[in-house]
């Protein structure tokens, strides 16, 4: 029996079969059950801030599941305690909130919400929070939305303008929920001056803004969050995917008043906050912080970008830092990709005419002249057999 026999036979058909088993990951490669290595452009769709196997992470995981790896939320856990100071010290927020997923980390956003008595949630159209029922509510894609409706309701979802936001809002919205940069939609960015804009219009209205940096945060865009690139506070962030470089994690980190909205026994998750998880986020954001992977991030995108534009089929290519979203002038992304993996690539396409890039923060000199390599390759084949 092959792995896709086992695969279609017993994993839910809520997932499409994958194209490759991978067994074993090293820096920014990955192995494929046959033998075969991959350059790792994806990193488990912005998870693998530090690339695979990282010694840091490595060390602080076995040392950590070794000593204790879970004593339930009756108990506080040294671990817990240092990430939630480094996370406020990096966010510049007052609290934080421990779960396990990013969907977790917006339902908590959605609980949040609620306490504030309004009824009414803003979700920009295109948007992607989650496939839970609560964060499936705020996402903005029709199609991923509709098989699973009655959802939460007095969720609305507008376009990304600044005049939309501004009809939209009123004295009965509790929050409006943003997305820094669309990445699941192709790495989308707002329209400039788009966040200011909204922390102005949500404060004016006692609204908060809650801001969806699960995929944009932990320096993946130059700064450490990509709020902070708009000179904004916000009222409340979720994050997850990069902060626990590949252990899943989530938090709600909130900001001011917002901090005092839950009071003890509102919310709660039994993994939320473990040590095992928490050792794991204190490694990787603290080897962020050591090796300087935020400018790292900023300056190999600058890098990668300057390398793109002009490759055959490239249009446009958008985002910040490390998330990049190459805009085709085809819809033939997923060829693309299929190509790129035969020749030892992974990137991935988030709608038929994207590629979206978003690897390690550790990427040097020697992974970028490889993928410029191997994406020239992919496009130029692709482009050949289309034309
Ligand atoms: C991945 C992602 C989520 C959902 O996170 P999960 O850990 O898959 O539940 C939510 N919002 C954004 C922006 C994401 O990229």
């Excluded at 004295?171 to 989308?188: H, L, N, T």
Aim: glycine share 10%; hydrophobic share 45%; charged share 20%.
């Amino acid at each position: 029996m092959t792995w896709q026999d086992e695969y279609s036979a017993k994993i839910m058909k809520s997932a499409a079969l994958p194209s490759r088993e991978l067994v074993r990951g090293e820096g920014c490669y990955v192995w494929d059950d046959t033998g075969a290595k991959y350059l790792d452009f994806l990193a488990g769709i912005a998870v693998n801030a530090l690339g695979h196997a990282h010694p840091v992470l490595v060390d602080a995981v076995s040392r950590q599941i070794a000593t204790v790896a879970h004593v339930s939320n009756y108990f506080a856990n040294p671990p817990q305690l240092e990430l939630a100071a480094r996370l406020t010290r990096l966010t510049g927020g007052d609290r934080v909130y421990f779960c396990n997923s990013g969907a977790e980390a917006i339902e908590a956003a959605i609980k949040l919400a609620r306490r504030t008595g309004r009824p009414r949630i803003i979700a920009l159209n295109n948007s992607f929070h989650g496939r839970t029922m609560g964060s499936l509510s705020l996402t903005g894609k029709p199609a991923l939305r509709e098989p699973f409706e009655p959802l939460v309701p007095n969720v609305e979802h507008i376009d990304s303008t600044i005049e939309a936001l501004e009809r939209a809002i009123g004295p009965d919205v509790a929050a409006v929920v943003i997305e820094p940069i669309k990445g699941e939609a192709g790495v989308i960015d707002l329209p400039e001056g788009y966040l200011a804009a909204a922390r102005d219009i949500t404060a004016r209205h006692g609204a908060l803004l809650i801001l969806d940096e699960i995929q944009t945060g932990a320096g993946r865009t130059g700064t450490w969050w990509a709020f902070q690139q708009a000179g904004i506070v916000p009222d409340a962030i979720a994050v997850a995917k990069g902060i626990g470089g590949g252990v899943p994690i989530g938090a709600l980190v909130t900001f001011g008043a917002a901090s005092d909205l839950f009071t003890a026994g509102q919310h709660g998750s039994t993994f939320g906050g473990n040590p095992l998880a928490t050792a794991a986020s204190n490694a990787v954001l603290g080897e962020i912080e050591r090796a300087g992977l935020v400018d790292n991030a900023a300056t190999r995108g600058e890098q990668l970008r300057a390398a793109i534009v002009g490759l055959p089929l490239v249009e446009e290519v958008r985002g910040r830092g490390l998330l990049i979203g190459v805009g085709l002038s085809d819809d033939v992304a997923p060829a693309v990709v299929a190509r790129a993996l035969e020749l030892g690539l992974i990137i991935n396409a988030p709608n038929d005419a994207s590629i979206r890039l978003a690897p390690p923060l550790i990427i040097g000199d020697a992974e970028i002249a490889e993928f410029i390599d191997k994406f020239t390759a992919a496009l130029t084949h692709v482009s050949e057999a289309t034309a």
